[in-house]
């Protein structure tokens, strides 16, 4: 039986929800890693880029000197650790973005997710991301996907950098403040039991998406109503 909800805001997060795990830590982490030392030394100007840098040295113990091998290993070791760290995510990108831009990179949605995001905002409902990835490479990779540009469809995106971790509170009560939204006019998807702990922490409504296949596909949601696709739940405008 199809679930219902209502709700003015939808805010979904991507990797795990949107599109498989394995396109951003095999396709997307492999054409970034070669391409962060060359990006680094061609946008020596690039205020985002020199910020992520100083940031970079600093949270990797590297000295104000170190050269960009030093910075790129430590880049490479938080990408094997899949750390979720901001000037990692702020690199990253803007790699993708010139990748979607060149057409290099289209981002892979599992079937069921543009039919849902369509008719959720053809239904008057406001849709809007949190996700780790940076907001420049959210918005790039909806530019380019295997259903075409949907960057239409979502009003607003966030990241760790202008939210805050994903698994806590008080990320979900900024988020809601720069939506203008109660809490629970607000239903949030995401593959990851802690980070809806941390929405439902605040009063959101939450659903998590336990995919076959994907890392959290077989992990306890507890509480949280959990569904294995969209078509499995309806959402509904206030």
Do not use: C
Not at 12 to 29: F, P, Q
Not at 111 to 118: E, F, T
């Amino acid at each position: 039986m199809t679930a219902t909800l209502t709700a003015r805001w939808v805010v979904l997060d991507i990797e795990g929800t949107l599109t498989a795990t394995s396109y951003v830590h095999v396709t997307l982490y492999d054409y970034a890693r070669p391409r962060l030392g060359p990006w680094i030394d061609e946008h020596p100007d690039d205020p985002d880029v020199a910020d992520a840098v100083t940031r970079i040295k600093e949270l990797g113990g590297l000295p104000a000197d170190a050269s960009t091998v030093d910075v790129v290993r430590v880049l490479h070791g938080w990408m094997d650790a899949d750390q979720k760290i901001a000037p990692l995510k702020t690199l990253q990108g803007l790699i993708w973005q010139r990748g979607y831009a060149d057409g290099d990179l289209t981002t892979e949605f599992f079937g069921d997710v543009a039919p849902a995001l369509r008719s959720w905002h053809e239904s008057g409902l406001r849709l809007a991301v949190f996700s780790s990835g940076s907001v420049a490479g959210q918005v790039a990779s909806f530019s380019r996907t295997t259903d075409g540009d949907v960057t239409g469809l979502f009003e607003k995106h966030f990241d760790t950098v202008n939210a805050g971790p994903k698994r806590e509170a008080s990320s979900y009560r900024a988020i809601a403040s720069a939506l203008e939204a109660a809490p629970g006019d607000v239903v949030f998807f995401s593959d990851v039991p802690a980070e809806l702990d941390g929405a439902a922490a605040d009063g959101w409504q939450t659903v998590g998406l336990a995919r076959d296949g994907e890392p959290f596909g077989d992990a306890d949601f507890g509480t949280h109503r959990t569904i294995r696709t969209f078509d499995e739940i309806k959402v509904a405008p206030q």
